[in-house]
């Protein structure tokens, strides 16, 4: 199933769990790779791999809510399934705050499984697209000058040609031309996107003395 | 009527003085006096009317005279011992006036002041007309008299009691020990029935043969002052007596009867003491049948000592309880079937007899004291039983987990197998690999319950080889859950070849289960990293197999390393604290230790022994 659009990969000190969850992944057409333990997962984590976590959470060693931290700390969010032997609440609150997307309780159903891989994958998609997009805008954004980029800022936050000239300390008509300049690069084909595109790329209202954003996921 | 002897004896008297009347009388004198001398008789003659006395030679030696002078009565008298003189003087006198003969015996009072005894008879002669004549002989007695003497002595004092009676059952004569014995002077005895002093000795008078024949019998006298007195009395004819004297001798037995009596109360005594003896007592002789049984022996069997003595023990017991010398458990079954169990002790001893092979049994009954024992025994493994399923209670999360595994697994691999099913073609060899891992995750899923319910059996405590490097890695799966949670570090340094131990599996997984969870829990308050729990598995120098469970955790105070042992001493929140106080119970029952020391560099250490099994413990 290499259409699949990720790996699941799963994390469990349990030899017997481990291979019957990539079996009943595999059964579902669904590719996954297993790890042992926590340190055996990051030493071999490509981040760039799509996909999500199969996370056992009590493990010797490192177990699944400090992995959790551990990517969290490196920048790294790859959606995570936690499976746990036992419901205990306080985990369940802890691995949701550090965002995993789902928390089952072993044993579970496979469609309850699959569905939640499923959704983990589509998060997953969903955000390596934000995350394509952004670094898109952020491309477009680059080929700004620096006045540019000013007259960007007063426009998002709807200030009219006259007040950004004044503010800028020049007149109107070279404003409408670094208007034009700036719709021309960013490649958008009105004003409400280009106040979107800037939403997007977390360009704030505050200041009109903005300069890029920095890169942030 | 003159006899023939005193005719010639006159004649003889009067030789000296006058011829004899015809040449006949003449060999008759000669002989006479002949038979008179050889005989040591004296004759004598007394002419009452003249008063003149003539003797022949020896009777003047016998009453000390001198030859030659005239002798009167008076002269004879005077050499008669004072004591004798007037009876033999009323004698004379009464034979005189009534003509009659008489026999006396008296002292004579010699010059040299010895006494000599001597035997007078006479008799009065018929006048012949030249007056009254009296004749009679006289001859020495002395040693008769002493041998009377020494034999009345001998009577006298005689240890035994000699009475004498006559046909009457009269008393004639008693001796002082005879007297002494019914407490009258001597003197005071004669004339009284013998019956009075014993009583039925005229009926057993009348049993004795003639003859030599004697009766001997034990009897109780009669004493003057109303007591009595354990007599021995021997009854026998006097010889040569026609009048039926009888002899009775007594021996004063009292002293033996004391003897006897205090014999025979000590001997009761001992009989007391045996019978009241809440032991059994028997004695069995070389052919094991008993020569004594106590009545607490009888009592067990329904029955009577007495009835016991000659009946074989086997006849009661199996022969093993019967056996030899030596010390062993018998359970006997009793009068009423119940069963006893005794500690029963046999020693040889030497038989009343000083010989044989007897044999001295002794029965302790121990029944109760091995019923409490069972009972104490029972209790522990109650109380160790309430304590496991607390412990479990507490780590009933830990081992959920450990059944959860398997389940999700057999469930994830089954919902896999039926994806493969569904596919077109079906893929059956990614099922037949499923189904083998179902098997063995439902094996292991077993596995865990049954461990479990092993340690939730109730149950007496098993006497088998154990290995405790298995029970360390059991006790470790079952709690490896916990320790994840709370981040202890479990390391095993288990001695290969370590020898099983002999016990109760059950009970030594309990104790370790605890100790470990104690070791976990002490560890709560410390770094995370620092949480390490070492179990160490080694044979000590003694032989015995010593586990030891070390922690990092705070320690415990030297002042209460003895004290944790001690129920309803805790540290924790929850619990009763008895796991300690019955792992130190349960480690000891099976012959060995539970302690705890202070170890490097932080932490706590228990260690606890238990002897090695060997084929030959029992």
Partial sequence: ?217 | MVPRWLAALRSLLVSSKTRPANGDLMPDQHHLHLASDSAQLALWEWDMTADRIRTTALGRTLFGLTPGNPVRFADLLATVHPEDRAGLEEAVIRARGHRQRYARECRIVLADGSVRWIALRGQVQQPAGDGEIMAGVAFDVSAAKLAEERFRHLVEVSPTGHLISGADGRIVFANATAAGHFGYPAAALAGRSMDSLLPGHTRLAATLGGGTARTTCDLAGQRGDGGEIALQMTLTRLPGTDDDLLLTSLVDISERKRHEEQLLRGRRFLRDVIDGNPCLIFVLDEDGRFTLANQRLADLHGTTPDSLIGKYATDLWPPATAGTAGDSEERIVDAQGRHRLFHMIRRPVAGPDGKGQTMLGIGIDITARKESELEIERQRNELAHLSRVTMLGELSGSLAHELNQPLAAILANAQAAQRFLAQEPPNLAEVADILADIVADDRHAGSVIQGLRLLLKKGEMRQEPVDLNEAVRAVLKLVRSDLLNAHVAAVATLAPDLPAVRGDRVQLQQVLLNLVANASEAMAGVAVGQRRLAIVSAVDSSGMVRLSVADRGCGIAAGDLERVFEPFVTTKAQGLGLGLAVCRRLVEAHGGRLWAETATPAGACFHFTVPAYTEATP
């Avoid at chain 1, 984590?45 to 999500?52: E, F």
């Avoid at chain 1, 959470?57 to 790294?76: H, I, T």
């Fill in chain 1, 1 to 217: 199933m290499s259409d699949h659009p990720g790996t699941v990969f799963v994390i469990d000190d349990e030899a017997a769990m481990r291979k019957a969850l990539a079996r009943l992944l595999a059964a579902a057409g669904i590719p996954a790779a297993t790890f042992a333990s926590a340190p055996e997962f990051l030493a071999a984590y490509d981040p760039a791999a799509p996909g999500c976590l199969l996370l056992d959470l009590a493990m010797p060693g490192l177990n699944g809510l400090e992995l959790q931290q551990a990517l969290l700390a490196r920048g790294e969010a790859p959606p995570i399934v936690f499976l746990t032997g036992r419901a205990e609440v306080s985990d369940g609150i802890r691995a949701m705050k550090g965002g995993a997307c789902e928390f089952l309780t072993k044993p579970f159903e496979d469609d309850v499984l699959i569905a939640a891989v499923q959704r983990a994958f589509a998060r997953d998609a969903a955000e390596r697209a934000r995350r394509a997009e952004l670094a898109d805008i952020r491309r477009r954004l680059a080929t700004l000058t620096p006045r540019e980029f000013q007259v960007l800022g007063c426009v998002v936050a709807g200030k009219l040609n006259k007040q950004t000239a004044a503010e800028l300390g020049t007149v109107e008509k070279t404003i409408k031309v670094h208007r034009a300049r700036v719709i021309e690069k960013l490649q958008v084909q009105s004003l409400a996107e280009l106040v979107l595109l800037a939403h997007r790329a977390g360009l704030t209202v505050a200041g009109g003395s903005g300069s890029p954003p920095a890169a942030k996921d």
